[in-house]
């Protein structure tokens, strides 16, 4: 069984900066690819970023140059750093993976963005 636990949301104002976690059960390169999405109220979800085992990432065109994933095999950890947040990014995130063709998602961190 997958676990994957968030952590790090919370308010911010916007121009600030929030770093999401997602801690991983078992080793995370069991994993070949990671992703945070993310849905607002009213709006389907979405794919943010994602990050391979070989660190090949993908950011959806709303979050490019300000938002980065990243990964931390030892602490079995990704990580998504958010920076110039706008009112736009509120949302609750979600960190995912997909392993033997089953889809596994976290509990979703709030994150909310104040103008």
């Known amino acids: 069984q997958v676990q994957l636990v968030e952590s790090g949301g919370g308010l911010v104002q916007a121009g600030g900066s929030l770093r999401l976690s997602c801690a991983t059960s078992?080793?995370?390169?069991?994993?070949?690819?990671m992703g945070w999405y993310r849905q607002a109220p009213g709006k389907q979800r979405e794919l943010v970023a994602s990050i391979t085992t070989s660190g090949s990432t993908n950011y959806a065109d709303s979050v490019k140059g300000r938002f980065t994933i990243s990964r931390d095999t030892p602490r079995n950890t990704v990580y998504l750093q958010m920076n110039s947040l706008k009112p736009e990014d509120t949302a609750v995130y979600y960190c995912?993976?997909?392993?033997?063709?089953?889809?596994?998602w976290g509990q979703g961190t709030q994150v909310t963005v104040s103008s």
């Open positions: 995912s993976t997909r392993l033997y063709g089953f889809d596994y």
């Open positions: 078992g080793s995370i390169n069991n994993f070949y690819r």
